[in-house]
């Protein structure tokens, strides 16, 4: 399995930008597909961007062009860089480790880390 911490929320003023890690321990790395997912209050969870094992991006299209995600698996690490930022951005931001196993597929969640975009 993995074990998935969050880090770099707070509080940001709208136009800025932040950016989230998530340090990832326990099975290979390399093999799970990576996701920075989000929820607002009162909302559900949403996509926010995913990175395969091999570095191929997606975005939701809404945040395309503001948000970039990476990874680094030599430090077992994905980041989340968010420009621009708004209020309705505002949400706990989890990370998200993904993987099939014959069909199946397998997701590890981490705890979670508040972003509050406002002046």
């Known amino acids: 399995q993995v074990q998935l911490v969050e880090s770099g929320g707070g509080l940001v003023q709208p136009g800025g930008s932040l950016r989230l890690s998530c340090a990832a321990s326990?099975?290979?790395?390399?093999?799970?597909?990576m996701a920075w997912y989000r929820q607002a209050p009162g909302k559900q969870r949403e996509l926010v961007a995913t990175?395969?094992?091999?570095?191929?991006?997606s975005y939701t299209d809404s945040l395309k062009g503001r948000f970039t995600i990476s990874r680094d698996n030599a430090w077992n690490t994905v980041w989340l860089q968010m420009n621009g930022l708004k209020p309705e951005d505002t949400a706990v931001y989890y990370c998200?480790?993904?993987?099939?196993?014959?069909?199946?597929?397998?997701?590890?969640w981490g705890q979670g880390t508040q972003v509050t975009v406002s002046s």
């Open positions: 990175i395969t094992s091999g570095g191929s991006r």
């Open positions: 326990g099975s290979r790395f390399s093999d799970y597909a």
């Open positions: 998200n480790a993904h993987r099939s196993i014959l069909g199946v597929g397998v997701d590890y």
